[in-house]
Structures are given as structure tokens and as C-alpha cells.
């Protein structure tokens, strides 16, 4: 009898050694409106790493990591959706990037 051995694999995204990181603060109409919530649902969608934090003063505060691909399509989708919101989006480029966990909502 001849038994044969399939390895069972979850699908995970393509190692990019070419990851970016970038620092953003949105302005606007941006809490109260679940984009800390979609923000996260976006992140785990296109494997992006970071954290998201409503602010004080009202701005929301975002740290995002991926390959760059990823991070443009994350963007481009969470401005997309929160187009009429936004009022200032500003973003940096962190060059001391630091490795993140998993997406997450902070308080």
C-alpha cells in the first residue's frame, strides 16, 4: 500500500524585502465615522502591518507597513472610501522602519 503526504499550506502574501513604512495624520470629518474599524479591515485585506489612533484633537493618527504595492492600494482605498471626509492627509515616509505586528486599533 503506497500512502502519499500532501503538505497543507495557508496562503500567505509575498515576502517583500522592499517594505516601506509611512507615518500619517488625517484631518477632517475622521472620527465617529468607523475609520479606525475600516482602516483595520483594509490593513488585513492588502497585508499591511501598523496601528491606527483617534487623536486628541480630532485628527486620526496612522502608522502602515507593507510593500509598497500594498501600502499604495491601502491608501488610494481608505481615501476612496473617506473622500468626503478628509480634509488634510498627511503622510511621511519613516526611514528607521521598524518591524510591526499585526494591524491593530489603539486607544
Given at each position: ?29 475622521v ?11 483594509l ?65
Amino acid at each position: 500500500m503506497l500512502f502519499h503526504l500532501f503538505a497543507v499550506t495557508e496562503s500567505r502574501p509575498e515576502i517583500n524585502l522592499d517594505n516601506k513604512q509611512y507615518h500619517i495624520v488625517v484631518s477632517g470629518t475622521v472620527q465617529g465615522v468607523g475609520f479606525r474599524f475600516t482602516a483595520k479591515d483594509l490593513a488585513n485585506r492588502h497585508h499591511i502591518k501598523g496601528w491606527v489612533k483617534n487623536l486628541t484633537d480630532g485628527r486620526v493618527e496612522l502608522v502602515a507597513q507593507g510593500p509598497k504595492d500594498n501600502l499604495d492600494i491601502f491608501l488610494k482605498d481608505l481615501r476612496g472610501i473617506f473622500d468626503r471626509n478628509i480634509s488634510e492627509f498627511q503622510s511621511q515616509e519613516n526611514s528607521n522602519c521598524m518591524n510591526l505586528g499585526d494591524f491593530q486599533i489603539r486607544f
